[in-house]
């Protein structure tokens, strides 16, 4: 792939080995429609649930179709020398490494595990590639919902009660583990997969019997299992913007169509609604958006997320809940939504997110790497 023009190389990765890997596709769908062609070379890259990276111009039908055998099997090197794409092929019983194409930036559109964990942006690091969204600490802390809280906590930001648990202490004492998780707070609990996202492996649990079940349903999706006291509440969310300097949507409020926000009420229930703006008093929408600020500060968070907040509809208290350092991204996902809703089109929105990654990679290269004796004047 020759590139003669002044285009940027934009290398758009989907899939992935996760329970969001069809969230994923779908989100990849709508940022490839909204990539300017006149403006960026676009690498479609592929990976599926096994790991493999797979490359063709038009990879993202070839996934949705089951068509995988018409891609090639692609990677990216973790050697800074070595910039781009290469494509994997036989020959004369060797598999030989041919280069395709440099990369610009990296559009990570990876829901949840080895996406949104700090895991592929160590690679791009290491490949000394500008991408887009949050580094490797950001992304791994935003990740674990166990980790997350403490840094919350430790940055006075206000989050519900809760507890972790390993897959290990379900399978060796579960009756010990409800003990202790019943001490967290009077039911409902909410138990979760510590990393993962889009509400999989998420239950709410009124009694010990759901507790139960919720707890081996979370144990089959992380070994980190979260329980958190369950709130009669409001789910307030909202998109943060920016890198150093950052910017909060208005809020927006989903009413769910389960009982929660769940994986099924998300994705195949059209009886959730999403409220946009959300209705809440001037001075609570201002703190809702400080708070989400705050968050993505806390963790150091670049170029983008959705900060999900709670609100006691009891006691009036909002709380974080977590934050998603790579948000749902189809146009009907609230974290655009949220961003048209200011005025910030899908198309201009994805135009951000990209020059965010370039001037991100340009202070870091500010950076040296190597020991320098500082002089001193007489």
């Known amino acids: 792939m020759d590139n003669q023009t002044n285009k940027l190389r934009v290398a758009v990765l989907f899939g992935g080995v996760s329970g969001e890997h069809e969230i994923s596709l779908l989100s990849a769908r709508s940022i490839l429609s909204a990539l300017d062609p006149e403006r960026y070379e676009v690498i479609q890259i592929g990976i599926t649930h096994e790991g493999q990276w797979l490359y063709s111009e038009n990879a993202l039908d070839a996934f949705n179709e089951g068509k995988l055998h018409a891609c090639t099997p692609a990677t990216l090197l973790p050697d800074p020398t070595r910039n781009g794409i290469y494509l994997m092929k036989e020959e004369q019983s060797a598999e030989l490494l041919h280069w395709l194409s440099s990369v610009d930036v990296v559009f990570p559109v990876l829901h949840g595990t080895f996406g949104e964990d700090g895991t592929i942006q160590g690679l791009l690091e290491m490949a000394n590639v500008a991408y887009v969204g949050s580094g490797v600490v950001a992304s791994a802390v935003?990740?674990?919902?166990g980790i997350f809280k403490d840094v919350m906590r430790a940055h006075n930001i206000p989050v519900?009660?809760?507890?972790?648990?390993?897959?290990?202490?379900?399978?060796?004492?579960?009756?010990?583990?409800?003990a202790k998780a019943e001490r967290i707070a009077p039911y409902p609990l909410f138990v979760k997969p510590a990393n993962l996202g889009s509400s999989v492996g998420v239950s709410k649990c009124h009694n010990r019997d759901q507790l139960r079940l919720g707890l081996l349903d979370a144990s089959r999706y992380d070994r980190r299992i979260l329980v958190e006291r369950g709130l009669n509440a409001r789910e307030i969310e909202v998109s943060v913007l920016g890198n150093e300097e950052v910017d909060a949507s208005v809020p927006g409020e989903i009413i769910p169509a389960d009982e929660f926000y769940s994986y099924e009420a998300k994705y195949h229930d059209d009886r959730s609604q999403l409220l946009i703006p959300a209705p809440l008093e001037p001075e609570l929408t201002e703190y809702a958006r400080s708070l989400a600020i705050r968050t993505f500060k806390a963790i150091d968070g670049a170029g983008m997320a959705r900060v999900d907040m709670l609100l006691d509809k009891e006691q009036g208290e909002l709380f974080v809940n977590e934050i998603n350092t790579i948000p749902g991204f189809t146009r009907i996902s609230m974290y655009p939504k949220l961003w048209n809703a200011v005025g910030i089109s899908y198309p201009e929105l994805v135009n951000r997110l990209i020059e965010l990654a370039l001037t991100r990679k340009a202070e870091k290269a500010k950076n040296i790497y190597r020991y320098q004796r500082e002089s001193k004047g007489k």
């Open 160 to 178: 519900v009660d809760w507890q972790v648990f390993t897959r290990q202490e379900v399978e060796r004492n579960i009756e010990d583990v409800i």
């Open 142 to 145: 935003g990740m674990d919902k």
